[in-house]
């Protein structure tokens, strides 16, 4: 009979999380995330989690717009903490109470996790957070490339001796010019 009203307990708490959107996985470039029935206080005893993932090899930026939770000196009541990846695990990259909005924050994968943590007593309006997808350097690097590779005719990629730089292992060897020996073009940098 105890373990009867358990299981309805925990399936009312599941159907009242999911009637306040409370956490869940989103993905896209872009796109906004807020405590359940944010500007309105939140509930007591909820605890939601929130993964977001964008495009691999990208990264997630996360912009406050808003955080208002109960205040505490150690985050010990009310709390939202980021992580640093989906797993409860993963390393995290903040943990915010109080009233403030908190710096922009940026995972090192294309993966983000939020978890938010209320308590018995007391709340406030909640959070308000857009994402946005941020591109590494490698991406960045890789699109030029492409560009340049596409929509430039005859462009060709340096690849080593008969080409405009490279990698040379010999311990001896001619180095020259780009179609040496005639002059080279203009705007070519070898290393
Ligand atoms: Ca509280």
Redesign the pocket.
Known sequence: MIDLVYCLFRLFSAFQLWIQNCGGAFSGPEGGVTSPGYPNPYQ?TIQCVWVITVARGSSVQLSFTDLDL?ASSSCS??YLTIRDGSDQRAPTLGTFCNTGVPADIRSSSNVIGLEFH??????GRGFKANWTTVFSDDFNIIIIVSFFYCLIPNFVLPTGPEGCGGVYNNNSGIITSPVDPTEYPHGVNSE
Not at 118 to 123: I, P, V, W, Y
């Open positions: 007591h109960e009541h009310d209320t308590d018995e007593l007391n709340s």
